[in-house]
């Protein structure tokens, strides 16, 4: 890699899901190597609390939305080219886990809810975003998975396993699709990562971080800088060849 200090200068970076975990980590690393960043989420209190301690000044904005509701992403997605001129990374990262509980005790409107934003709000931020790539005939787009994407799991989480496979498939032909036009676009599948939605799912399991850590071969959860090291790479010129991989940040759980 080239010098993170100058990796993404000039570069745009928009990411959802940015208030707090995976997204805020991604969005640290990217105003430190250069880039203008806005970032996206629900939640307005959580999107000030990242902005402060990133005090990236006029290149970072913050900009609360609904990622499931098409008006709020258009939104999103206007205010970033207003503010910075264009879109050439895009961490489409917003997501739920959802509740833990067996298919048949899952209440439909639970499944709906996960469904609107993890699947809905994904083809919602490409439906929007792609456009503006097209026309510079460039950009990177990094969707996120998990490894409840690739393969069935343990934890009873039906809806968002169905989520996840979704994306992956969205991933596949949407990378097809943008090919023609020079936009990259990929998903990374984390395992079990050391974030505020893995506490949800260890108390919705009834198990300890050790209990999940410990069918990791590499013995731990990912942090989120193992993830977002992923996502810089799918992001950067070093894989101007890569599209439509799902890359796995899993500490061997596939292998």
């Known amino acids: 890699m080239t010098d993170e200090s100058q990796e993404f200068a000039g570069k745009v970076v928009l990411i959802t899901g ?12 990217f105003v430190k190597r250069g880039a203008k960043v806005a970032i996206v989420d629900i939640a307005q209190e959580g999107l000030d609390k990242t902005a402060a301690e990133i005090g990236a000044g006029d290149n970072l904005i913050t900009i609360q939305a609904d990622v499931s509701n098409a008006d709020d992403v258009k939104r999103y997605v206007d205010t970033t080219v207003e503010a910075f001129g264009t879109i050439d990374v895009f961490y489409n990262n917003a997501g739920i886990e959802g509740k833990v509980a067996p298919l048949v005790d899952q209440k439909v409107e639970d499944f709906d809810r996960v469904i609107a934003i993890n699947v809905r709000g994904s083809w919602l931020g490409l439906h929007y975003v792609l456009p503006i790539m097209y026309a510079q005939k460039s950009g990177s787009v990094i969707n996120t998975s ?21 994306i992956t498939g969205l991933t596949r032909i949407a990378a097809i699709e943008s090919a023609p036009y020079q936009v990259r676009i990929n998903s990374v599948h984390p395992s079990p990562a050391n974030t505020a939605m893995m506490r949800s799912l260890e108390g919705g399991a009834g198990a300890s971080q050790d209990q999940i850590a ?14 977002t090291n992923a996502v810089l790479f799918l992001a950067s010129d070093d894989s101007a060849f890569i599209t439509g ?11």
């Open 18 to 29: 940015g208030a707090a975990g995976l997204g805020a980590d991604a969005a640290r690393a």
């Open 146 to 166: 998990s490894i409840g994407g690739l393969v069935g799991g343990p934890l009873p989480v039906s809806p968002y396993a169905t989520s996840k496979f979704a």
């Open 214 to 227: 410990s069918a990791i071969p590499l013995g731990r959860y990912a942090e989120p800088s193992d993830v």
């Open 245 to 255: 991989m799902q890359l796995r940040v899993d500490g061997g759980m596939l292998a």
